[in-house]
Nanobody, 129 residues
């Protein structure tokens, strides 16, 4: 059974940091690209950060570039994905989702929701001013 399980969300004040985690299991995701997306109240799901299968190549949305860092560790039976978030702002308030994308190319990453085949259930991040 494929599962992507996020954790680490919570309520923080503006300027603080938070680290989100995602564990992917149930199939071999070690050669899959992975990413983080978020969905704020009344908004569509939007791209936050992506990483290629090896973890060498990353890409960020302009709104988080320089504040967030995506990373991953490929294990034997699971893949762990993290999103280190710094200098958080109220605009970062959203439900954060991790996803897995089966893309061709050694440096391939997905920036569109349509590219992702599996999603987690989401974790709420709330940033107060």
């Amino acid at each position: 059974q494929v599962q992507l399980v996020e954790s680490g969300g919570g309520l923080v004040q503006a300027g603080e940091s938070l680290r989100l985690s995602c564990v992917a299991s149930g199939r071999d995701f070690t050669d899959w690209a992975m990413g983080w997306f978020r969905q704020g109240p009344g908004k569509e799901r939007e791209f936050v950060a992506a990483i290629n299968w090896s973890g060498v190549v990353t890409h960020y949305a302009d709104s988080v570039n320089g504040r967030f860092t995506i990373s991953r560790q490929n294990g034997k039976n699971t893949v762990e994905l993290w999103l280190q978030m710094g200098s958080l702002e109220p605009a970062d308030t959203a439900v954060y989702y991790c996803g897995a994308a089966d893309l061709l190319g050694d440096q391939a990453m997905g920036v569109f929701t349509e590219e992702y085949e599996y999603w987690g259930q989401g974790t709420q991040v709330t940033v107060s001013s």
